[in-house]
Each structure stands twice: as structure tokens, then as C-alpha cells.
């Protein structure tokens, strides 16, 4: 993992909250950030399909961070804190970052809006199965898996 990737290492207490988050709003996405002061959980504004490239999709299969919470999320970055990693949960159970993710993450698809690692949640009607963390790499012009969670009985 490179500096940049540990330095954004997720630690299990923060897992554990945005696994509450999770099973909070399943079956719905859940969504937010992270910052090294914590955990910013956010709206997810698909319910009014706001997602720029699947806006079709219900909360179930997308999500979209906007309004106040878009606002906050662009003020972090000069005002902080900062966000470092943006979260959102797959309610089907697996954490892997779709083609839609990278999408969003990366409109113009030959980098990202902004320099954030993704986590992913897999979580089904049972439990959380997994969490994976994505960071970009130049090198494979994509994003890359950079750290795996276990899941837990929520």
C-alpha cells in the first residue's frame, strides 16, 4: 500500500460506524466521508435521482452526495477537514468498486474530481459481508483495490 493508502487506512472504529450507517439505511445506498476527524454521513439524494450518470437508478443501486452536504464535502478541501475517503454501501452484499462508482469518481475518466480513496460496504439483509478500500493508480488509470475489511454481524 503506498503512503497516501495507509495514511487513509480505515480503523476498525470508524468500519464499525459506517457499517452502522449501512444497516441503517438498507436497503438503500448509504453514503458519506471520512475525515481524520470522522465520520460525515450523508443524504443519499438518489431518492430524487440526482446521480448524473445513472439518474433511472433508485437509492437501492446508486447513491449521490449533493445539496449541503456536496457543499461541506467542497468547503473540507480549503477549509477542512479535509475528506479523504468517500463510502457508500452495496446493498447486494459485495464490496467492489462498478463502473458506475468510477463514473462518478472520475467523470472525465483519466482521474478523479478529487483526491479521495472509495469504500465500498457490501452489506445484505443479514449482515455486512465485506468492505473493500479503492485509491487511484496513474499507472493502471484506474482505480485499484488497496485494502480489504471483514465484515460483521449488524
Not at 439505511?25 to 439524494?45: I, K, M, S, Y
Not at 452495496?90 to 479521495?116: E, I, L
Request: with cysteine.
Amino acid at each position: 500500500m503506498s503512503t497516501s493508502a495507509e495514511r487513509r487506512g480505515v480503523c476498525e472504529a470508524v468500519l464499525r460506524e459506517v457499517y452502522a450507517h449501512a444497516r441503517e439505511t438498507f436497503p438503500a445506498e448509504c453514503c458519506g466521508w471520512l475525515t481524520d476527524a470522522g465520520v460525515r454521513r450523508c443524504e443519499n439524494r438518489q431518492v430524487v435521482g440526482g446521480n448524473p450518470v445513472a439518474p433511472e437508478r433508485g437509492a437501492e443501486t446508486a447513491y449521490v452526495i449533493d445539496g449541503d452536504d456536496l457543499k461541506a464535502f467542497l468547503r473540507g478541501f480549503k477549509d477542512g477537514p479535509t475528506p479523504r475517503v468517500v463510502y457508500h454501501s452495496h446493498p447486494n452484499g459485495r464490496a467492489y468498486f462498478s463502473a458506475t462508482d468510477k463514473q462518478v469518481a472520475a467523470p472525465w475518466g483519466d482521474a478523479p474530481s478529487y483526491d479521495v480513496h472509495q469504500l465500498v460496504v457490501g452489506i445484505d439483509a443479514t449482515r455486512v459481508v465485506e468492505a473493500a478500500l479503492f485509491a487511484w493508480s496513474d499507472d493502471a488509470c484506474d482505480f485499484v483495490e488497496v485494502a480489504r475489511y471483514p465484515g460483521a454481524d449488524l
